[in-house]
């Protein structure tokens, strides 16, 4: 599923370039520079304020930035009001027009089109909408007599109707039930896919965020942290906000001991050593921690090499995995992932077990500590 | 409490509903009740007096809540996309102009408009060809309805404004993200959700117009509205005409504000079930 970056050789869709936007003396977004590609799926990931719905609505022409350029198929279009975009968002409250009945609904962007289209091209047009999200023989209804995945439905509907080049989803599924949200992130990639349609997704659930997007954006004040394929932000993310936010990890604090190309050996408070893969940027004598992902840490009764001794403290059984509280004396409190397979014979470690824990060379990776 | 609660009823209603068993008295006199009859109504109905000052009520009453639904719609619609001190001192006018009691209202537009027309009148006599052809601005259904715009516009826009307030802003957006420019996200947008709350407005301006007394009393110069002509008959004694006609009036007054009533709670409604 996942290509690891757009095709950068025809022009992208929709770019940012160096877009800064302040509300007053607040800066909600700064120095963006971001290029999204002809039918890629892109997601902006960060927790509430971090200026990915400014983004979104820079987008779709809400918001004029204050610096830099829009470009929307390689024009600029800071200046263009959202009316005269080629961009069709579906609102996080989803916005349906109460007055109007399902398929008036869908029709109104058609309707408000110039050139505008014929009258059975339209109608032909919402039916076929209505059946891509699935409401066919809805088209009479109220708004309001439709559940809350049938808005959304329709809200879907009434933005891919006009062939958007770019579809923006501003947190279209937060105010869905976890099972509905399920359903609706298949058919939205489902739909991404047979469409052929740029998908710009805002939301601050990193899980569907990774299971959706080709590419994720993380955001932080306002900032770009990261960009890159979800499988990239998970193993190689660039800073310890990337990692924390991505994915569950233990996190190591100390100093760069010494630096060799791509990898780097930390040295902790207590004395200890740790080595790791680790990306540009870091000197020795930085401040910076090592991160390992709780599933990649391997729990055993014996000591083997390199195996550090800890106690296990906690045991919590989540059906799929085994989640372990141990701790170590030089490595301080540590989470682990069992997968069943290792837990045989339902044995598994209780509270007050002596165990040691090793990972692989490529597990850990040493981050940049901030702020 | 209950017994307090009962004449505070009994002080408010009984002489509305003394007044309404009066106008179908078979007598003559307003104080003895001498059997059931609905003559005064065909009496009130016949009488030219009547007539008139009723089409004159009905002329400006119309007239005015049109404009007034009219202008006050165009002002909130203006003020809803206003922000800071400017829509704050808006507003306060807007408060104010309810608050002032009518005697005010009726004398300072009664000053305005003569001291407006002793201006004007002369320009018109001077520009015009034929002096004695000239038309002349003077007091009368047209300053009625001027006045009663003014004071019944205020209502219109607090009524629309409180309906604008509670639109969801992202319907805006999303029509505008759906290619409608301004005017036509006004038009098939904001309009028909405010739709309701106007004509809402317009039946309460055409009962508060209809049913005013003190300014037309200031600015209508010759004319007569039926409640002025209530007042000067009831001058001559109560008749149980006068009776019929104020129980005419109470009634269309209350039917037309239990259906603004109705078209607003209706529309909330709609909107809270979706």
């Given at each position: ?294 599933e990649r840490i391997l729990l055993r009764s014996e000591a083997g090499d390199a195996g550090h001794p800890v106690t296990v403290q906690n045991r919590i059984f989540l059906g799929e995995h085994t989640e372990y509280l141990v701790t170590s004396e030089t490595l301080g409190q540590v989470i682990v ?35 | ?169 992202a319907l805006m957006e999303a029509s505008a993200d759906l290619y409608a420019p301004p005017w036509a996200t006004f038009r098939r947008i904001t309009l028909p959700l405010i739709a309701p709350a106007i004509f809402a407005g317009f039946l309460l301006a055409f009962t508060f117009s209809f049913d ?63």
């Open positions: 599923m996942a290509y690891d970056a757009p095709m950068e050789a025809a022009t992208p869709v929709a770019e940012l370039r160096s877009v800064s936007k302040s509300f007053g003396s607040v800066m909600a977004a700064r120095d963006l520079n971001l290029a999204i590609g002809q039918g890629e799926f892109l997601s902006f990931l960060g927790p509430s304020g971090c200026g990915k719905t400014t983004a979104l609505r820079m987008l779709a022409g809400f918001e004029t930035p204050t610096e830099g350029e829009v470009r929307i198929a390689g024009d600029v279009v800071n200046d263009q009001p959202s009316f005269q975009r080629p961009v069709n968002m579906v609102f996080q409250s989803y916005a349906l027009f109460p007055h109007l009945t399902v398929a008036q609904n869908i029709a109104y962007g058609l309707q408000q089109k110039r050139p505008r289209p014929g009258r059975a091209d339209i109608k032909a047009r919402v039916a076929e909408a209505l059946e891509t999200v699935r409401l066919e023989g809805f088209q009479d209804r109220r708004i309001w007599e439709m559940s809350g995945g049938q808005q959304q439905r329709v809200a879907l509907a009434r933005a891919i109707v006009n062939r958007p080049r770019l579809l923006l989803l501003d947190e279209p599924l937060a105010a869905l039930d976890r099972k509905l949200r399920k359903e609706m992130q298949i058919e939205l990639q489902d739909l991404q896919r047979s469409l052929g349609i740029t998908f710009v997704l805002v939301t601050h659930d990193q899980e569907e965020a990774l299971s959706l997007s080709d590419r994720i954006c993380v955001m932080r004040n306002g900032e770009i942290v990261q960009i890159g394929s979800p499988q990239e932000l998970y193993d190689r993310p660039a800073t310890r906000y990337v990692a924390d936010f991505v994915g569950t990890s233990n996190f190591f604090e100390g100093r760069i001991a010494s630096k060799d190309g791509a990898r780097a050996r930390l040295g902790l408070e207590g004395g200890q050593v740790l080595s790791g893969s680790c990306g540009p940027g870091l000197n020795v004598g930085d401040r910076a921690c090592m991160s390992l992902r709780p992932f069992a997968p069943r397979q290792t837990e045989q014979e339902g044995l598994g470690y209780n509270k007050g077990d002596t165990a040691w824990i090793t990972w692989r060379d490529d597990a850990a990776r040493i981050l940049l500590s901030e702020q | 409490m209950r017994i307090y609660a009962a004449c505070v009823y009994l002080f408010l209603y009984t002489p509305i509903a003394i007044i309404a068993l009066f106008s179908f008295n078979a007598g003559r006199h307003a104080s003895q009740l001498q059997g059931f009859s609905v003559q005064w109504y065909g009496r009130a109905l016949n009488n030219p007096f009547v007539m008139e000052a009723l089409e004159n009520s009905l002329v400006v009453a119309f007239t005015s809540a049109t404009l007034a639904s009219i202008i006050g719609t165009m002002a909130a619609v203006g003020l809803h996309s206003v922000r800071g001190p400017v829509r704050a001192v808006f507003d306060a006018i807007i408060y104010i102009a309810i608050m002032i009691p009518g005697i005010v209202i009726g004398i300072a537009t009664l000053i305005a408009l003569v001291t407006v027309f002793d201006v004007i009148n002369p320009w018109i006599a001077a520009i015009w060809p034929r002096v004695e052809a000239a038309p002349q601005f003077s007091m009368g259904r047209g300053s009625i309805i001027a006045a009663h715009t003014m004071f019944t516009m205020a209502l219109v826009v607090v009524i629309v404004r409180a309906r604008l307030s509670s639109i969801e802003g005013d007394f003190i300014i037309a009393f200031f600015v209508a110069g010759s004319e007569t509205t039926l409640p002025i002509y209530i007042f000067s008959s009831i001058r001559r004694g109560v008749t149980p005409e006068i009776n019929a006609i104020g129980t005419m009036v109470m009634v269309v007054s209350l039917v037309l504000l239990i259906v603004a009533q109705l078209i607003l709670r209706s529309s909330d409604r709609k909107k809270s079930r979706k």
